[in-house]
């Protein structure tokens, strides 16, 4: 119903901004609650940033708060992740998921499994 396309990746030095984007193509695009997740090689996946129906709400990694943004446009069906500041450790491949639903609550939206559909992922590195 919901795929997801990834792009914007690249390298990019510490200190350095980079906009990552997500284009959404289905039914219904404003209908899903959209998140972030990233996976560095040799580590778990882990949880970004969200962002509601309407993108009033938004949840944060604690190490990501006041460095990334991550916004959407539901009329162009994307989602975007602005990410400023940049460190090495932010270097992993990024992925943009979609969950159904207009709920919004951290437990729904910071747990992998709650995300019913997932993009190909973009990798993003970051030197020092």
């Known amino acids: 119903q919901v795929q997801l396309v990834e792009s914007g990746g690249g390298l990019v030095q510490a200190g350095g901004s980079l906009r990552l984007s997500c284009a959404a193509s289905g039914r219904t695009f404003s209908t899903y609650r959209m998140g972030w997740f990233r996976q560095a090689p040799g580590k778990e996946r882990e949880f970004v940033a969200a962002?509601?129906?309407?993108?009033?709400?938004?949840y944060y990694l604690d190490s990501v708060k006041g460095r990334f943004s991550i916004s959407r446009d539901n009329a162009k069906n994307a989602v975007y992740l602005q990410m400023n500041s940049l460190k090495p450790d932010d270097t992993a491949v990024y992925y943009c998921?979609?969950?159904?639903?207009?709920?919004?609550?951290?437990?729904?939206?910071?747990?992998?499994?709650?995300?019913?559909?997932w993009g190909q992922g973009t990798q993003v590195t970051v030197s020092s």
């Open positions: 962002i509601s129906l309407s993108g009033a709400n938004t």
């Open positions: 998921a979609a969950a159904y639903g207009w709920v919004f609550s951290y437990d729904r939206v910071a747990t992998g499994d709650k995300y019913e559909y």
